[in-house]
């Protein structure tokens, strides 16, 4: 069952305060977010204890219908590299229910690691969150919706 096998853990990162300033008046705006996510953590001991080679990170947005597609191909391929990696998605709040595909996918392949943000911060933060989480040796950031731009 999934919840006896993983766990959810809360994360608040710091106050990122942003600071603009405007040289010929003395307009001074200041404002700050502070970012949340869920992380969801699998554990098992066979494939989770050993460092990842490879860390592959994807900010999720819009996209749950490739989801699947895109596990198989970074599996079929990081297998035939190395049996360990981490494959990293960061839900941001993708409006089309990508988060339980996200959950069904991390409970069938412990090298999956589930981030799920509280709102959609965009796609950079979302690759932050995964960049922090990432423990392979070489990390890779691509786009979630598996479109080729030749």
Not at 85 to 101: H, M, Y
Request: charged residues 20%; aromatic residues 12%; glycine residues 4%.
């Amino acid at each position: 069952m999934f919840i006896e096998n993983c766990s959810i853990s809360n994360y608040f990162i710091d106050t990122i305060s942003f600071q603009i300033f405007k040289s010929s008046h003395s307009f001074y705006f200041q404002f700050s977010i502070q970012i949340t996510f869920t992380i969801l953590h699998a554990y098992n001991k066979t494939v989770m204890d050993s460092i990842p080679h490879i860390s592959i990170v994807t900010p999720v947005y819009g996209c749950k219908t490739s989801l699947v597609e895109l596990y198989l191909r970074l599996k079929e391929t990081l297998e035939t590299i190395t049996p360990h990696f981490e494959i990293i998605l960061v839900n941001d709040a993708s409006p089309d229910g990508a988060w339980q595909t996200i959950v069904e996918l991390a409970n069938k392949d412990m090298r999956i690691k589930a981030l799920n943000l509280s709102r959609n911060f965009g796609q950079h933060y979302a690759i932050t969150a995964g960049l922090d989480h990432a423990k392979g040796d070489w990390i890779v950031v691509m786009d979630c919706d598996l479109d080729r731009k030749t």
